[in-house]
């Protein structure tokens, strides 16, 4: 669902569930000249919290190391690079809500 949206929204998706010493990185995208790494966060409903909420700061070094990672190992390329995030909120019998939130910067 994450990999879909986006898609339409102008993404080339790369690679998914991509396995690294420091994690999963569940989307590799591209973008205008830009890698992409993309945490995607589903929750059924929010009782617990929003999807995006999970992130803690572990995880977000998690993410960093892992996207360095694979960087290095996979391009000789200058190409800058984010993190994003996609929250995905799939209430029951209701309409699938997305949040995308790009260039996440974890303070």
């Keep these: 669902m994450a990999a879909a949206y986006l898609q339409r929204r102008g993404y080339r998706i790369l690679a ?10 569940d989307l590799i ?19 617990f919290g929003l999807p995006e909420e999970a992130i803690t700061p572990r995880k977000w070094q998690h993410m960093v190391d892992a996207a360095e990672y694979w960087l290095a190992e996979n391009t000789n390329s200058p190409l800058s690079w984010q993190i994003d995030v996609v929250a995905i ?9 997305i949040r995308h939130y790009e260039n996440v910067q974890f303070a």
């Design 16 to 25: 998914r569930n991509v396995r690294t010493p420091y994690g999963e990185i």
């Design 29 to 47: 995208a591209q973008k205008g000249g830009q890698y992409i790494f993309v945490e995607v966060k589903t929750r059924s409903n929010a009782r």
């Design 89 to 97: 909120l799939l209430p029951a019998n209701d309409k699938a809500e």
